[in-house]
């Protein structure tokens, strides 16, 4: 055991010697540590590429800008929902609700295309002092479809709402804005339940309720919603929310982090 614990440090002085010879952390492939990976310290802080970001394939357009990544969403979900009834995509994209909820009722709102543009740090860091999540978006999940918090319309909790869920657990809010207050069925099944979803607005990345095969509860997250270690998109680590099946679902009690903003 003590002879790993020194070979990890020698490594990490290698690594260390090799940052400064080069005085540039791109040179430090994360190939480089898949043989010690069970001994890495995982911190909470990291950098977003856009190749990561481009992982949001439903955005109409992903750049960085400075220190953050500019992504612009029209926020029509790529699958079908029961709420493109009488809409001009109906042909396409209706499909009348097939889920589970016996109580389920469509609301009288309709998916109708938006113009958001989601402004994310890349170099997301822990806020000095919490602010609570927005009524509206509060981060963007991979199809483009904005990820909204636990709360309906003055902060009500979700207990009503949940049965206008359509089969993919999304639903338009008055001005037709499709979204997502819970785990997003479709992208679990078409990208894997342990999967990067998204984004919140504070620029940490938002994962699905399975993790090493294992469900995530609430009890295993703090009072945000999320916790910190490697992931396959942040092999040093980083903070990062899981989505889990019970209230608060997404997010807790406001963002981790320094939220960017979002305009419409
Ligand atoms: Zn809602
Ligand atoms: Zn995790």
Request: aromatic content about 12%; proline content about 6%.
């Amino acid at each position: 055991m003590k002879k790993s614990i020194i070979s990890v440090a020698v490594f990490v002085v290698n690594i260390m010697l090799l940052v400064s010879a080069c005085g540039n952390e791109s040179d430090l492939s994360p190939t480089t540590t898949s043989g010690t990976s069970s001994t890495t310290t995982t911190t909470a802080n990291a950098t977003t590429s856009l190749e990561i970001f481009k992982k949001i394939y439903g955005a109409t357009e992903v750049y960085i800008e400075g220190n953050y990544a500019i992504i612009k969403t029209n926020g029509l979900p790529d699958h079908k929902s029961p709420y493109y009834k009488d809409t001009q995509w109906a042909t396409a994209k209706y499909e009348a609700y097939n889920g589970t909820n016996t109580k389920f009722a469509l609301n009288p709102n309709r998916i109708s295309s938006q113009s958001l543009v989601f402004k994310i740090p890349i170099n997301p860091t822990k806020a000095n002092s919490t602010s609570a999540t927005p009524l509206g978006p509060i981060g963007i999940s991979l199809n483009g479809v904005p990820f909204f918090n636990q709360y309906a319309a003055m902060n009500a909790p979700l207990t009503n709402e949940v049965n206008g869920f359509d089969q993919y657990n999304g639903h338009p809010q008055q001005q037709g804005q499709y979204h997502y207050h819970v785990e997003p069925t479709y992208l679990t099944t078409q990208k894997g339940k342990d999967a990067l979803l998204g984004f919140l607005l504070d620029g940490f990345p938002v994962y699905g309720p399975l993790e090493k095969g294992k469900t995530v509860n609430n009890s295993d997250l703090d009072g945000y919603h999320g916790h910190s270690h490697a992931t396959v998109e942040y092999p040093n680590g980083i903070y990062h929310y899981h989505i889990t099946d019970a209230d608060p679902y997404i997010n807790g009690n406001g963002f981790y982090g320094t939220a960017g903003t979002i305009s419409k």
